[in-house]
Nanobody, 124 residues
């Protein structure tokens, strides 16, 4: 079993920056692919970014590419989402997720474990 706890969400003005953190516990953190997803009111949960368990490869949604960066610190069992140049359309609940596999990392249905989410609100 893996427990994921997100933190760092808050209200921020457009153009600002935030860093979300996801602390993991339970099993060997480095064995897991870690992903960030978000869900805005009335919308489906969507992929934001992921960091593969092997090779250090990353993937990003087109909507955040160049603005967001995912990183992980295996020593701290933590994955981060660095968000810059925030826009009102980035407003959502952001979820951290983990999985053992490396296929389908942009699909939320392939992830095994989820955090409770952290709210990010970007004001215009």
């Amino acid at each position: 079993q893996v427990q994921l706890v997100e933190s760092g969400g808050r209200l921020v003005q457009a153009g600002g920056s935030l860093r979300l953190s996801c602390a993991a516990s339970g099993r060997t953190f480095s064995s897991f692919t870690m992903g960030w997803f978000r869900q805005a009111p009335g919308k489906e949960r969507e992929f934001v970014a992921a960091f593969s368990r092997s090779g250090g490869s990353t993937a990003y949604a087109d909507s955040v590419k160049g603005r967001f960066t995912i990183s992980r610190d295996n020593a701290k069992n933590t994955v981060y989402l660095h968000m810059n140049s925030l826009k009102p359309e980035d407003t959502a609940v952001y979820y951290c997720a983990s999985k053992l596999g490396i296929l389908g990392i942009t699909s939320p249905g392939t992830y095994d474990y989820w955090g409770q989410g952290t709210q990010v609100t970007v004001s215009s």
